[in-house]
């Protein structure tokens, strides 16, 4: 039995796959050193063409469904991840700062849009405005919700923190599989 449609956690990998060629590209231009792109582009479409063949050929119908109480950092966007990760850093070992909730983020309309700012804990707001862009995908994929007490303020869900936390688990310990959390 073949299938029609990949999952959103291999495209999400092929994503990835793709950001870290740009990425790379782009440094050796900033630096003026050469660079192999067109290697690595078929290299990439190499493996995903294998992944596809056996992904067609392997039959699950006899396999239960996986239910999962986390999504995959690779399956959210890099600006969203850093969102996500500025939000919950209190989940650090390392970089983690001395409170025990993640910070909140509040929607500020403005005459450009809806930008958004971090709350931390006592109130402090950060000075820089966070793109709307950034947080659509978070609340969409049920990571950010709003709170109870005010609606334009949102707050990482049960989801949010349970992704969160295996995120700065595998952070704190140099994964080196774990998605840059954005391009540069």
């Given amino acids: 039995m073949s299938k029609s449609n990949i999952t959103d956690n291999l495209k999400a990998e092929f994503k990835e796959v793709a950001r870290n060629i740009v990425s790379k590209d782009r440094n050796a231009r900033k630096s003026g050193h050469s660079n192999n792109t067109?290697?690595?582009?078929?290299?990439?479409?190499?493996?995903?063409?294998?992944?596809?063949q056996e992904y067609i050929s392997f039959d699950?119908?006899?396999?239960?469904?996986?239910?999962?109480?986390?999504?995959d950092w690779i399956e959210i966007p890099p600006r969203s991840r850093r969102t996500l990760a500025d939000l919950t850093t209190c989940f650090?070992?390392?970089y983690g700062r001395c409170r025990e909730k993640p910070s909140h983020i509040e929607r500020v309309i403005?005459?450009?849009?809806?930008?958004?700012?971090i709350i931390h804990c006592e109130?402090?707001?950060?000075?820089?405005?966070?793109?709307n862009g950034s947080v659509a995908p978070l609340i969409r994929m049920g990571l950010l919700a709003p709170s109870a007490e005010n609606a334009e303020i949102f707050s990482v869900t049960e989801l949010g923190i349970k992704t969160s936390k295996v995120y700065w688990?595998?952070?704190d310990l140099n994964d080196p599989t774990l998605p840059k959390i954005q391009i540069g």
């Fill in 38 to 52: 067109i290697n690595d582009i078929e290299r990439a479409l190499v493996k995903a063409f294998r992944l596809g």
């Fill in 60 to 71: 699950d119908s006899h396999s239960s469904p996986v239910v999962n109480d986390i999504i």
């Fill in 92 to 94: 650090s070992r390392i």
């Fill in 169 to 171: 688990h595998r952070s």
């Fill in 123 to 131: 109130d402090v707001r950060e000075q820089r405005h966070i793109a």
């Fill in 110 to 117: 403005s005459e450009k849009g809806c930008v958004w700012n």
